[in-house]
């Protein structure tokens, strides 16, 4: 009989669920455009005159590149992908300014004839959409890409309140970016996983993800994932509220023993330290321990990393020192974005790690990024990995535009 | 030796995978028998070869037997019963060998070495530092002789080297590096003479490393993990100061070498040494991670070559770890 009800069950609300769910979304989306942009669908989304001073200065320095290049003068790397960005913003800005001038000769057209009023005003509504995505566009090019835009990325899960079951959600984000990871082709591994001693959910897991640009895309992810479930541990059917922690590091070298161990040199003696775990006894041929566990402290920033997944206390290391790496990059970046926010000395929020980022719904089957308001009603289409990119589209969307508004008061 | 294992801990073990109670004599903690256990299933799946495996493990067969390798630097050393595993800390301080050697001769005078090593087992400190320090051997040359009494040791050794290098086909293109292997006793002081007059480069050997047996006898019920002791060849185990004194009475005596770095077990030996070593002679003593005395360095200060920032790179190599 239980066996019954449990297929059935689901069954029934998932089939519920999918209609109001689908009304739910469309209704949020349109909530959240009218929020994050300046009410989308009445009117257009026109930049700034500041910002597009600025892309005229690119399409200046485009003209400079091109004659250089028609002279046929030395060309380097740098200025080749100089050119290349330059070229890129005059040409979106060509599109745009056209679209405008459209626009505004529609807008003229209803004030000098009222009796293309109807018309004008249609052919304005159906140009919107397309004008807005591409000013979006345009913004996006101007904006500063950030330093480690193009590094592979390490992604390192933890869970937080919520006992076993922070545990289990904190394996399932570890899968889902696995998966999200699959669903790109992008190469990937695990670097270290501590399993629950009970043998569900993870302790802590470190994922790379080896595509050159994975950390531009999912730098965002970082912060505080929040569930909401019954969890597989609770008997009562009790909804529980847990946590996992998401932190998303930019990886600068492989973890290969070469490349770290230059690395590893760059530290003074006393700002490091390596400890293994040794039994008491006398060592060398009296024993012969597999225990290969290193940890690495750095006093000056206090990161401690304990790795011990391989068997080569080495290769342990050198994966140690791939973490600290990362960790201390991201350290310092974060530390030179919150002197821009003093700088300017105003409460900015930021899409940093500050607390929670979203909450995963499992009874509504909903996904909520608490950082642009955006709602995703697929829980398992995210977990697969599949639509993980909306929500990434969201949040980044969500990004530029207030580092647009940064940009603005610079 | 080591306490009991409590029921109560067997009994969680089994909850977690029915192998795991069978690592628990040998790795004490759930938490490292759950890595070995992980290790075992990456080489043998879960079929009836990892249940094989765990009983073995049971019985206190070293994990380096039964997977048949250990990681040594960036190499992977095959290892075979009779013959010693090597250790971490060999590993340790052959590393830093190696970048005492990159750092000393990479910048100063180009020349060619010769590297000995005695007592090579499996064969891991000559192939590591061949490994570490290639780069150099371009235009110089680099020898490197291997010496074991044991057939097993020297066959592994040929293995090892096989496996590492020679399957890269460009290994000896690329590289200006020779390795041979000798098996005699060394403490034969004929067959010494017989290896010098036949293999010597330079005119005397640059470098002589060792890693002899030096557990006495004394200490063997002790102090040795029953996992050593009833498994490890005792060939490599077994001795005291024969080696230290091999190494003063034939080796320096009849001036073949102009530096060496032995590892050792305990300060007795470091003191055996130091007293017995000629005036000239500079000697010093390196601690593992784990701050134990591990090694024994020292080389000929009126030596053609001068050894001093060698040694001193190797002395300080370690400061990260003490």
Redesign the interface.
Known sequence: MMLRLGRIKPFLRDSTLIKTASQIHIRCQSVVSDLTTFSETSHSKELPESLIKKAQLYGKEFLDLEQKLSKGENFNVDDQKRFAKCSSVAETLKIYQDYLSELHELNEMITMDPSLKMEAEIEIQTKIPKFNEISNNLLGKLLPTHPFADKPCIIELRPGVGGVEAMIFAQDLASMYMNYANAHRWKYHIISQQ?N???SGILSSVLSIDEPGSYDRLRLEAGVHRVQRIPATETKGRTHTSTAAVVVLPKLADDS??STEAY?RT?K?DE?????K?AS????????????AVRLTHFPSGIVISM????????NKAKAFTLLRAKLAEKEQREKEAAGIAARKEQVTTTDRSDKIRTYNYPQNRITDHRCGFTVHDIPGVMTGDKLDEIIDATRTYETDQKAKDLLIE | MSPRLLPSLLREAALIHRCLPLLLPECRTIEQARQELKWLIDEFGSSINLQKACLQRNRHVPLQYILGSQPFGSLDIQCRRHVLIPRWETEEWSLNLANAIKESFVKKDKKNLQIVDLCSGTGCIPLLLINETKKLFKNNSLQVDSIDCSQMAINLTKLNFNLNFNKKSNFKNDYNISFKTHKFNILDEIKVKEFISKNLTNQKINILTCNPPYIPPSEFIKDVRSSVRMYEPKLALLGNLEFYHNLIETWIKFDLIESFVYELGDLSQVTYVQQNVPSNWITGVTYDSNSKPRCVFGYNKTAPTDYSATYKNFLNGLSYTN
């Open positions: 399993l001693e009970s043998g023993e070469k590893e530290f003696p490091i330290r390596v400890d293994v040794r006894g006398k060592g060398g041929q009296h024993v012969n321990t597999t225990d290969s011990q997944d391989e068997r080569s206390q080495h290769k």
